[in-house]
Structure formats: C-alpha cells, structure tokens
C-alpha cells in the first residue's frame, strides 16, 4: 500500500509509525537479529501486504528453508502466503545422500551460475514489487572470498531495484559479532533483538527519510508479529479547557484548595491498606458523575475483586461501567512491554475520548517490564497524557508502614503535578491513618495533615490533627 508520502507500507502499522509511513520504493533494506528474533515473520508480512494491492505481486527467495516449511511457519502465525511467489533454493535431500564434494573447483564456481539463473528467470517471469532474501548469511557461506560476496550482493540488489522492486534481506547476527559489511550497501538497516523481558527493534539507517530514533518493543503472535512505537509525547496535543475538578469528599477538596486541575498528573502515595487505591476510585466514580470517561489499568487486580471492594466502601462503579463512563482494564503481569502498555493507553483515548486514567500501581509496571528504560516510558506517557488533556492518578506504594516518610521508592515523584500521602501513625498503641497533600504545582494548597478513615459509607477525611511534630516519623502520641 501507498501512502501520500510516497512510502510503501511494511504490513505492521507500528512499523509504519516508526518510519514515517513505511519503505521508500525500489530500496533495498537488511532486516538482521540473532535466531527466533522474528526477521522471517516480519518479511512474510511485508510480502503479504504487497499482494493485498490490485496488481501486486511478492517473491520470496528461500536460501535455508524449504518452500513447504516456509508456509506451514507463515501459516501458524496466521500469515497467507497463498499469493507470494516462492523460489525454492534451499539445499534438497539428495545434496546429502549423494554426497556432493568440489575437490578441484571451488563451490562458488560451480553453483554461482544456476543460482543467478534461477533468480533471474523467476523475476522475470513474476515482476515483483515486492522480493525478500532469506538470508544474505547463506550467500556469504557460498561466496567466502568478500570480493565475490559483495559483487554477488551489489548485483542482486541493482537488480531488484533496477525492475521496480522493493527489497528485504534478512541477516543473521550472533552475539558480539561485528556489524555487518552489508548494512553499507543496503538503504535501510532494521535490527532486532530479544532479550529477557521484550523484544527490541531499532532503526540504525533509512536513507531518504527521517524516522523514530531508540528501541521499540515488538511481539510475536499467533496472527504474526505487533510492533508498538515508543511514543513521543510533544507530537501529541489536544485542545481542553483548564478546570478544577472536584475528588468528591469536601474536606479533600479543601486539601486541596477546591481539586485538582483537569489534564494533571497526581500521585497517591503511601503503604498498604492506607486507602490509595480507594481515594483513586472516589475520584473516578466522581468523573463518571460529570460523563467524564475513565480507566482503570489495574496490574494488582481482577475488575470484580475492584468493583466488589468499592461497593463495600459505598462506591459504586456498576451504574458507571454500564453507561459507557468507566472501563477496567486488567493488566497482566510480565505479558506486556512498557511500549505496548502506552499504545493501549494512547489508542484509548484517542478512539473514545478518555478523560481520566488511573494506573494502579508505579511498582508493578516497574515488576511487570522488567526494563531498565521503564521509567524513561512512563515520563513519556504521563507527558503524553498531560498535552492531550487526561488527568492522571497513579497508585504508588510505599514499602514502610510508619517511619521516616519518603514520598516513592521508584524515584518518580518528579513526574507528579500533584502528591497526595497517606501514612500511618501510632497513636496509644492504635495505628491511625492520616493524610495530606506535599506537593500541588498550579496552585497552593492546605499544609495540615487529617485522619483519614474507610468506612462502609464511603471515605471520611477527619479536622486537621493537632500535635506539634512527628506525624510523619509515624511515631507520636496525636490529639485528635
């Protein structure tokens, strides 16, 4: 497919994303990453989509994999390759049972030839838009000498190229090995790891056009690979009008001097069983109150365990889920990368509007992406949420339940408009909960710290507490 910038699409949008559109035509490109890392699945879904076009034609040049194993692989992941030419050039059986040696001619010599052939006949007989090599690896082993292997490359390419085709050669890479002499010759270079907790793809080179620079995370599926662009939240903007939105509990609306502003970040801080999560859910069933539409992502838990534990503290999310102004969205640990977690936020909200989203919690996306540049992707999302208007609650626990205060143990309160804590403090040997607000960016707020009690009906914030120090030592003999 063609877009209005010239560019033809690779078959995954994400990718398209990445490179602004997808491939410059009649280029050459070389897809390279270490075994299992899907270089094979992404090139059968850009010959894929080349057929979806009136007139389009793919050719698929297998130098490893025989013809019948490469369509049962393209068809477990859901990939029809029923259209795609298919030019079997692996090695057959009878290779091996007739033990073939070159004792006086060199390999090179004697197969170089019906190679050639054999690929020139097909491309003239099928005209391609679109061709893919699986793997120029296999021809560096047939042509040893490097004058030969980069005659032998050059040529297939200007070749290609030259007959209007787009083209993808696939590369294997091993670990520590030097960059390869190919990624000089070819227009683009797209590489692909997979290490411990999500897949990887990075653009190192596209000739001709700009494209989305640092890692992307992808998956591989049963319906073929999902690419997921790390997003950049400045090319994003939505037009909203500022206003000051009410938590729905007077005296915490008097925290913090009438609510908190539309389109804010606004962290609920504190240990387990203070009451962060049930103060978040407050506000959301006060935004569906106003038609506002909210989500909840809960890493922690189920959407009936959620919906259960509200109603036994007089807040009832059901009339909100079933009217359309609140959707719950379990998140599953270890199954997403930071990437894809953003893209389903991001598509939400561009396709239904979203208002308000709540994340629940900063620890278990930090647990869950298992990635040393998740708190570089959740600063991007809350940037992204913040230029389109959403107001944020983010759920983050702490890991003492008394002692000396600190505000996250993930070194993310910086990224707050907004801080709301919650903390226990002994008070004759009976723990109570307290709550204050430490940080509001737009305007001034209450510095008074209050009892804070879950009841069955509903929150109840108490008279600022009077004592003269140590609240926040956890450790006083408090006069309420």
């Not at 683009?188 to 700009?210: A, C, D, H, M």
């Not at 009976?430 to 709550?435: E, F, G, R």
């Not at 940080?439 to 108490?462: A, C, M, N, V, Y």
Request: aromatic letters at 8%; one cysteine or more; charged letters at 25%.
């Amino acid at each position: 497919m063609e877009n209005n910038s010239g560019k033809i699409s690779t078959g995954l949008s994400g990718l398209d994303e990445i490179l602004f559109g997808g491939f410059l035509p009649e280029q050459a490109y070389l897809l390279r990453g270490g075994p299992g890392t899907g270089k094979s699945t992404i090139g059968y879904k850009f010959l894929e989509e080349g057929t979806k076009q009136d007139g389009g034609h793919s050719l698929l040049i297998t130098l490893a994999e025989s013809k019948e194993r490469v369509i049962q692989n393209a068809s477990s992941v859901n990939i029809d390759l029923g259209k795609i030419d298919i030019l079997d050039l692996s090695p057959e059986e009878q290779t091996y049972v007739e033990a073939q040696t070159y004792d006086v001619f060199p390999a090179a010599d004697i197969e170089s030839k019906p190679f050639i052939e054999s690929i020139v006949e097909k491309v003239e007989e099928v005209e391609p838009d679109r061709v893919l090599l699986d793997s120029v690896s296999m021809l560096k082993y047939l042509h040893q000498d490097p004058y030969q292997y980069r005659n032998i490359v050059l040529s297939f390419i200007r070749y290609i190229c030259n007959r209007g085709a787009t083209v993808i050669l696939i590369s294997e890479t091993e670990p520590g090995q030097s960059e390869s002499q190919v990624t000089y010759w070819v227009d683009g270079v797209i590489n692909l790891e997979y290490n411990p907790g999500w897949r990887r793809i990075q653009i190192t080179k596209f000739r001709g056009s700009n494209f989305r620079p640092g890692d992307h995370s992808f998956k591989l599926t049963n319906n073929g690979p999902e690419v997921f662009s790390r997003i950049q939240p400045h090319k994003y903007k939505r037009h909203f009008q500022s206003q000051i939105l009410s938590v729905g509990v007077e005296e915490m609306d008097h925290l913090l001097k009438g609510g908190i502003e539309k389109g804010t970040i606004n962290l609920i801080t504190g240990p387990t069983g203070a009451g962060k999560t049930s103060l978040g859910m407050q506000f959301i069933k006060e935004a569906a109150l106003r038609n506002d539409r909210s989500v909840i992502y809960t890493f922690e838990e189920s959407r009936d365990i959620i919906i259960q534990r509200s109603k036994g503290i007089g807040i009832n999310l059901e009339k909100a889920i079933t009217s359309g102004n609140l959707k719950i969205e379990p998140i599953e640990p270890l199954s997403y990368s930071p990437d894809e977690f953003s893209n389903i936020v991001r598509r939400d909200i561009e396709e239904n509007g979203t208002g308000v989203v709540m994340i629940d919690s900063l620890g278990s996306i930090q647990l869950s992406f298992a990635s040393e540049n998740t708190l570089k992707r959740l600063h991007a999302l809350t940037v992204y949420l913040q230029n389109m208007g959403v107001t944020s609650i983010l759920i983050n626990e702490t890991k003492s339940i008394s002692g000396k205060f600190k505000t996250t143990n993930t070194n993310a309160s910086y990224l707050a408009d907004n801080i709301i804590f919650l903390r226990y403090v002994e008070d004759h040997g009976k723990l109570q909960k307290i709550i204050g607000v430490s940080k509001k960016r737009f305007s001034d707020f209450e510095h008074t710290i209050r009892e804070f009690q879950i009841t069955s009906d509903g929150l109840r914030i108490g008279s600022p507490v009077k004592t003269s120090n140590g609240l926040l030592t956890g450790n006083i003999s408090a006069n309420y």
